[in-house]
């Protein structure tokens, strides 16, 4: 079988113990129009589309972690089955933080790069052009 690569680059989500303090920053110098977002079970969070990309602010129980991650970034490719996707990485051993799942936006799971930086793989249920 062969691999495509992603569709997109299609979110950037800052992880931060302290989401309320580093949405104002972004709202008020930055001019991001973040909304508070609370859906599908996970946490109090902010976020914006800005262009085709989703930029979100999401503490580290979004993720199922107890702290921000080295870096406190997240970076989300866009893709298509990401159920077969994940089954393919974890045979090739990399390690699958958070198996696929629904979000209420597309079907997502996040997987760890061998620096320890979080990937978000998702399969969005809309396309940027229709929002």
Not at 1 to 16: D, E, F, K, Y
Not at 49 to 64: L, N
Not at 100 to 110: I, L, S
Request: hydrophobic share 40%.
């Amino acid at each position: 079988m062969g691999r495509s690569g992603p569709i997109s680059v299609c979110g950037a989500i800052l992880l931060t113990e302290h989401p309320d303090e580093l949405a104002e920053f972004y709202i008020g110098r930055l001019g991001i129009p973040l909304k508070r977002e609370e859906h599908d079970g996970l946490p109090a969070h902010f976020g914006a589309d800005v262009g085709s990309c989703h930029f979100a602010i999401h503490p580290p129980a979004s993720f199922g972690l107890d702290r921000r991650s080295p870096g406190g970034v997240v970076i989300a490719l866009e893709i298509r089955d990401v159920d077969r996707r994940v089954e393919d990485l974890r045979n090739s051993g990399v390690r699958i933080l958070i198996d696929p799942h629904d979000e209420g936006f597309g079907r997502t799971a996040t997987i760890v790069d061998p620096e320890g930086n979080l990937i978000e793989l998702v399969a969005l249920d809309y396309s940027f052009s229709e929002i």
